[in-house]
């Protein structure tokens, strides 16, 4: 993980686990694009949330999906 992913996830953690994320931040988070975020998300099954206008990630969801991804 690179210094600058170890700080986005850092500033997200500090969060509380119940903290809304906007599409830059998930996908920095998860170190993807916000390309994918927006086009894969759904497909892979990740909880989107709508305000407004706004697309919002749950950082807790956001975690249980990666623990989902382990392999092995």
């Known amino acids: 993980m690179s210094a ?3 700080d986005a996830r850092e ?3 500090r969060s509380s686990a119940n ?6 931040e998930a996908a920095e988070y998860l170190d993807v ?3 994918w975020m ?6 892979y099954g990740i909880p989107r949330y709508r305000f407004g206008r706004a ?3 749950s950082v807790s969801d956001l975690d249980a999906w ?5 392999i092995g």
């Open 4 to 6: 600058k992913n170890a």
């Open 11 to 13: 500033r997200v953690v």
């Open 19 to 24: 903290h809304f994320v906007g599409v830059a």
């Open 33 to 35: 694009s916000e390309r």
């Open 38 to 43: 927006y086009r894969e998300s759904v497909r």
């Open 55 to 57: 697309l919002k990630f």
């Open 66 to 70: 990666a623990r989902q991804q382990r």
